[in-house]
C-alpha cells in the first residue's frame, strides 16, 4: 500500500478555519485498477496520539465492476462486511456478480436522489451555482434524514467488524460516514476535514472521464464540477447542522445516534507511532 497524507494545511469550514493537530496525517492508498477512491483508515492519528489499526476499516467508490487482480487484492482483506450505500436505483444487474464473493450488504443513502435518470437532466438545466447549492442542501440531509443508516453503519464499527464501505465514488455518503468514524475514533476535526477533502485526488482521474462522458451528452463540464468534487462547503453544511442541531459531533454521536465510541476505540486504535515523514506517494 502507499501512504497518502491528508492535506497539513489549515481548512476553512463555514466560519472557521481549522488545523490538523499533527503535521502529516495519514490513511493508506490501496491501488486497485477498477475501484477508486479505495482507502486503509489505518495510520489516521488521534487526539490522544494513538492510532488507528492498519487492515480493519477500509472505503471506497463502487466495488462492483472489479477486475479479478482487485478481487483477489480485496478477498485479502478478510472483511466481515461491504456495505453499499447505494440506492436500487444506481447498480446494474451484473453488479451481483460481485456481490456473490463478498457479505455484501445494502443500506442506501439518498435514495433516488443520484440516479442517472434524476441527475442527468438536472446537470442539463442547472448552472454551477445551483449544482453547488444541490450539493450543499444533499449535506445538509445527512445528519437527520438518514440517522438509522448511519447508526447501523457505526454499530458495525461497535461490533468489531472489518470492513469496506462505499457508495459510487466513494466521496459524498462514504464522505460522511467517514467524517462520523473518525470522530467516533477520537480523531481532531480538522483532520477529518482533511482526510474528507483528499477524494479529490484520488478521484480526478475517474471525474475527468466521467466529465468527458457526460459533455458527450450536451452537460457543461463546469455544470457537473460540483457534483463530482468535495468542498469545504458541503461537509461544513453537515457539520453545521450538527453542531447547531444536536450540540456537536460527540453529543450527536452518543445522545442521537446511541454510539459507544469507547467500545469502538478499543476495536481499532492501536499505540501511537512516530510520525512519518516525507512527501505523500501519489496513487
Not at 446537470?123 to 442542501?137: D, G, W
Not at 468527458?212 to 461537509?235: C, E, T
Not at 445522545?255 to 459507544?260: A, E, P
Request: aromatic fraction near 8%; glycine fraction near 8%; hydrophobic fraction near 40%.
Amino acid at each position: 500500500m502507499l501512504l497518502s497524507a491528508a492535506s497539513a494545511t489549515s481548512v476553512a469550514v463555514g466560519a472557521q478555519t481549522l488545523t490538523p493537530l499533527t503535521p502529516l496525517t495519514t490513511d493508506q492508498y490501496v491501488p486497485l485498477e477498477r475501484v477508486q477512491n479505495t482507502r486503509d483508515l489505518g495510520g489516521l492519528t488521534t487526539e490522544d496520539g494513538r492510532r488507528i489499526v492498519p487492515g480493519r476499516l477500509y472505503r471506497s467508490g463502487n466495488p462492483a465492476f472489479a477486475t479479478p487482480s482487485d478481487i483477489a487484492r480485496l478477498q485479502t482483506m478478510h472483511l466481515d462486511v461491504v456495505l453499499d450505500f447505494r440506492a436500487d436505483s444506481e447498480k446494474q444487474p451484473a453488479e451481483q456478480a460481485f456481490a456473490a464473493l463478498f457479505p455484501w450488504q445494502a443500506d442506501p443513502v439518498l435514495a433516488g436522489n443520484l440516479s442517472p435518470g434524476a441527475i442527468v437532466p438536472m446537470l442539463k438545466r442547472s448552472t454551477p451555482a445551483q449544482m453547488h447549492q444541490f450539493m450543499i442542501e444533499l449535506y445538509r440531509q445527512f445528519p437527520g434524514t438518514y440517522q438509522a443508516q448511519f447508526t447501523r453503519f457505526l454499530k458495525l464499527a461497535e461490533d468489531d467488524k472489518t470492513m469496506l464501505y462505499h457508495c459510487t465514488a466513494g466521496k459524498d455518503r462514504t464522505g460522511f460516514a467517514t467524517v462520523l468514524l473518525l470522530s467516533a475514533l477520537g480523531v481532531d476535526r480538522a483532520s477529518v476535514i482533511a482526510n474528507y477533502l483528499e477524494s479529490n485526488r484520488f478521484n480526478a482521474a475517474g471525474n475527468a472521464q466521467a466529465t468527458a462522458q457526460l459533455q458527450k451528452i450536451g452537460v457543461v463540464p463546469d455544470v457537473v464540477a460540483p457534483l463530482l468534487a468535495v468542498d469545504p462547503d458541503y461537509i461544513g453544511a453537515a457539520m453545521q447542522v450538527i453542531d447547531q442541531q444536536y450540540g456537536g459531533m460527540q453529543h450527536y454521536l452518543a445522545d442521537v445516534l446511541h454510539i459507544d465510541v469507547e467500545r469502538i476505540r478499543r476495536n481499532y486504535l492501536g499505540p501511537g507511532t512516530a510520525t512519518v515523514g516525507g512527501a505523500a506517494a501519489q496513487p
